[in-house]
């Protein structure tokens, strides 16, 4: 019986793994270091921080904290808003109606489709019945689908801006880091 070996030996395979996965490793690391600094010294740049900075990081990352922190938060108070006008518009009579009438047709075929055809009317009429508000009572109950709406659209638009103008003032780091050292001075 004779047995022919074919492709590498399984020494090799993991060896040349191992290679790979090191030189892969030290790709990596050089790729990485050259464009955290390349981008961060951009950005520094495009911020008014100077330019050939020792270490751009230390000017760069705050900014770009607060961006941050400033866009997260405008995202999740912009999100419980629309989430509340959502929540308004399930309430209305025609969506209920709906799901009332969905849940039993739904295990019928042809019915399902005519149930998802209607969803789209319904749907514009349970829109339009929240934006109306109550026919009868007071102001608010007659307006508060209004208000909700356009408080969550103005969350948006503000929540927008704020990240943007936030992100384009130019703030003044020079009593905590000397831009000429080394070090950061405290």
Not at 162 to 177: D, Q
Request: hydrophobic share 40%; aromatic share 10%; glycine share 10%.
């Amino acid at each position: 019986m004779n047995k022919e070996k074919r492709g590498i030996s399984k020494g090799a395979f993991w060896g040349l793994m191992l290679g790979l996965g090191i030189a892969g490793q030290l790709c990596w690391n050089i790729e990485n270091q050259w464009f955290n600094t390349f981008i961060y010294a951009k950005i520094a740049k495009k911020n008014g921080h100077g330019e050939n900075l020792n270490d751009p990081a230390h000017s760069v990352k705050p900014a770009i904290r607060e961006v941050i922190s400033r866009s997260g938060t405008a995202k999740n108070i912009s999100q419980y808003l629309w989430a509340a006008v959502g929540v308004g518009v399930a309430m209305q009579k025609p969506w209920d109606t709906f799901f009332m009438d969905a849940t039993f047709k739904f295990w019928k075929g042809k019915n399902f489709i005519n149930t998802i055809k209607a969803f789209p009317k319904t749907l514009a009429q349970s829109s339009a019945e929240f934006f109306k508000g109550a026919k009868t009572g007071n102001v608010m109950q007659r307006h508060a689908g209004k208000m909700l709406l356009g408080v969550a659209a103005l969350s948006s638009v503000l929540g927008i801006i704020n990240s943007v103008v936030g992100a384009r003032t130019k703030k003044c780091h020079s009593h905590i880091i000397k831009q000429d050292e080394r070090c950061v001075v405290s």
